[in-house]
């Protein structure tokens, strides 16, 4: 790995080049629901006025999805960002595997497949269930399920996630019914039995990340697993049952459910199945995906442990080759900006809350676990809390920032990096006022860490990866009028992320760096990878996305 190469004119500055990410923060198209812009953000408003100021696109083709109707998210904007470049992501991926049929074609494919052939075994699919984009598509499961009758597969049983987060909150039954029509469908000539057997809300089984709560896990483990739950005719029947016993609970907070027939279970997992995990997003796949393959596993105990052939649609952990089997291969990212300043020999600091700590660290390297030189790097883990993010809408902000200050303060680090997620994590509850605290609560943390570069004679950077605190009312997608809830007459909650741009704020307190707007127009986060560079007096990698600044 080439180290980067010095500015002839500029060195940069005495202090570290801080890059402060505001997770979910963007710049709203629409006054009402935009609780960026209702917050009391007097620090915002502060380098409105007194830093370089621009904006950047953080959705669609500008980070690698499929199309610009697609929304960011923290993980694809964290590539963007820490690799400096756009590389096609997980869900433009899949797509093209299953339209060039690679993937049907591919040896995972074809073993999963022969293996519930030769042993009259049920082949399972285990997923996020919506059309949101961000972890997976419902139509790469249908196209699966399509495939699988071609091939002659008899049983097939689908074990199903309830979104509520990167679609509306209480849209599960739009999903189920669409999806029940389709197995029947399928299923009309008697040839094939498929069906739902299990599912929950995706925030109380299985899809945990980052080891914050493996208890969700568990839960999901059973029900997927073993059909260990309270049991109903059908998922349909689940979801009314469920949303009638906990009003005006959201989705993707479903208690688990499993669907009976005949009295028994419909789908457990038994010995010679095959199981496939269709996320195609890595952070909330890990943990179930270990618990299938390690022999050594001791999070919990998962009782008789079936003995399947498991694959995920994509690998989540490539140092750590999770899973072993995949079904799509992901992208190739090297000579990140982490990678580049390990191998040019300056220390850097990566810290975030448990929520997004692998978002500053895994996904900004890469997708790559571990440091490039343990010698240089510092990366910190501030726990979060286990509690409903709407109950503290402060998350670990302070604590990050008591950290922060501190270091930026050390003279250690020539680049700091952090996280605040309350944006973002505080925004999918669709609680109006927990999210409008959660802006306020990262304002007030970033007028502490201004007063820290400007003590270090640092600069500071500030973007985000995504919008979704800004964009907090369902529209209507013809008008764009706010959509009303008619029992409580209030807007309904929006809980995805937006299609906004997010803002990117310049500050260099003691002007060393003459910093001035590029030329360049229409940038996306990818350029805040050059930014960084270019304002610690390096020369960017050519093929980086442009610096937003010029210097000297």
Sequence with gaps: MEALRRMDSYAGPRGPVVLAIMDGIGLGAYEEGDLVRAANTPTLDWLCKNAIVSRLKAHGTAVGMPSDEDMGNSEVGHNAIGCGRVYRQGASLVNQAIES????EGAVWKELIQNVLAHESTLHFIGLFSDGNVHSHLNHLEAMLIEAQRAGVARARIHILLDGRDVPPTSALDYVDR?????REINADGRVDYAIASGGGRMKITMDRYEADWEMVRRGWNIHVHGDGPRFPSARA????HRAAHPGVVDQDLPPFVIERDGAPVGPIRDRDSVIFFNFRGDRAIEITRAFEEDDFDKFDRGDRPEVLYAGMMQYDGDLLLPKR????????????????SATGLRQLAISETQKFGHVTYFFNGNRSGKFNPELEEYVEVPSDRVPFEQRPWMKAAEI???????????????VR???ANGDMVGHTGNFAAVRIAVETVDLCLARVIEAVRKAQGILIVSADHGNADDMYERNKKTGAVVYDSATGLPKPKTAHSLNPVPVFVFDPSGVSKARRSAHENLGVASLAATTLTLMGYRPPEDYAPSIVEVG
Excluded at 238 to 241: C, F, M, R, T
Excluded at 401 to 415: L, P
């Design 101 to 104: 049929r690679a993937l049907f």
């Design 179 to 183: 999806f029940e029509a389709f197995l």
């Design 238 to 241: 689940a979801i009314e049952a």
């Design 326 to 341: 995949f079904l799509v291969p992901p992208p190739a990212i090297e000579r990140t900006m982490g990678e580049y300043l």
């Design 401 to 415: 920032t008591d950290r922060v200050a501190a270091e930026i303060c050390s003279g250690k680090y020539r680049h």
């Design 418 to 420: 952090l996280n605040y």
